[in-house]
């Protein structure tokens, strides 16, 4: 079978396992480069979208367009960069997500009035590099506001924690845990821990954003707010760095969707979650 990883970063760790693993099985892998390359003819067997730029999700579409598998879809991988769209889908679904207001930037928060409760506030466009923070007085909204002039965000109220965040992976029906030191929280990050088992219901939790969403390798950020769960952010095609089984279930979904004998998901129609 042909697989190509559509990726900018053809050497991350999780993809090279998996194309090593792929590769001793007798495939064929492919790296597929976002604005560097139009891609190969014929078309690959299936096509692991790993990058989320907007070069890429240009060149996903395209091959959908050709009918080729391509996991996540653009469509779903593009919907995750938009939090704000994130959201309200994730509400109408019924998920516990937070409630979140979008505004055109942190001026506009400003206009608001004083800072009186904590806040969490985020890029809209979920990207490398992009504004999460906790606001929890005027100054710091100020110096927020200076430093990330013009750029839109989503704000949602600090949600009581235990300051670890859940941080969980899903491949296909295989799921991967472990406990993230909350980057919102104060002084030194701790190192991560493993997790042994999700509380019961999160793992039932976490496949069903994956329908949601229509994703088939995502990630999901859940806190545990008083025993019960709050989703606050969701990935497609995250790293899975730490996970050494990973890599088997990623190969295991890419040959099974190149062999047809599993079907892609795509995200259902949205009507209204513009």
């Known amino acids: 079978m042909r697989i190509s ?18 590769a001793a099985e007798g495939h064929v892998v492919e790296h597929l480069l976002p ?10 067997d299936v096509y692991l979208l790993k ?6 999700l240009a060149v996903a ?34 998920l516990p997500f937070p409630a979140t ?15 009186r409760r904590p806040l969490v506030v ?12 906790l606001v929890a007085d005027d100054e710091r909204l100020r110096e927020l506001a200076d430093q990330w002039p013009g750029e839109p965000v989503v704000v949602q109220e600090l949600a009581p924690s235990t300051g670890w965040d859940h941080k969980v992976w899903v491949v296909a029906d295989r799921i991967f845990a472990e406990l993230r030191h909350s980057e919102l929280a104060v002084g030194e990050r701790l190192p991560s821990q493993a997790v042994g088992e999700l509380p019961p219901g999160w793992s039932e939790l976490s496949l069903s954003v994956g329908e949601v969403f229509g994703l088939d390798v995502y990630g999901v950020d859940i806190l545990d707010v008083g025993g019960a769960p709050l989703i606050v952010d969701v990935n497609a095609f995250p790293g899975i760095r730490g996970q050494p089984a990973a890599p088997a279930a990623l190969a295991r979904l890419a040959t099974g969707v190149a062999a047809g004998d599993i079907s892609p998901r795509v995200i259902a129609g949205t009507p209204g979650i513009g």
């Open 122 to 133: 985020k890029s809209r466009r979920s990207r490398r590099g992009n504004l999460v923070a």
């Open 35 to 44: 604005g560097r390359t139009a891609g190969p003819a014929p078309l690959a």
């Open 51 to 56: 990058a989320n730029t907007p070069a890429a």
């Open 61 to 94: 579409r395209r091959l959908e367009g050709l009918g080729a598998r391509v996991v996540n879809s653009a469509a779903s991988t593009g919907f995750c960069q938009d939090r704000a769209r994130m959201a309200r889908l994730a509400r109408r679904a019924g």
């Open 5 to 22: 990883l559509l990726t900018a970063v053809p050497e991350h760790p999780i993809l090279t396992a998996t194309e090593a693993l792929l």
């Open 101 to 115: 207001t979008e505004l055109p930037g942190l001026d506009a928060l400003l206009a608001h009035g004083p800072v």
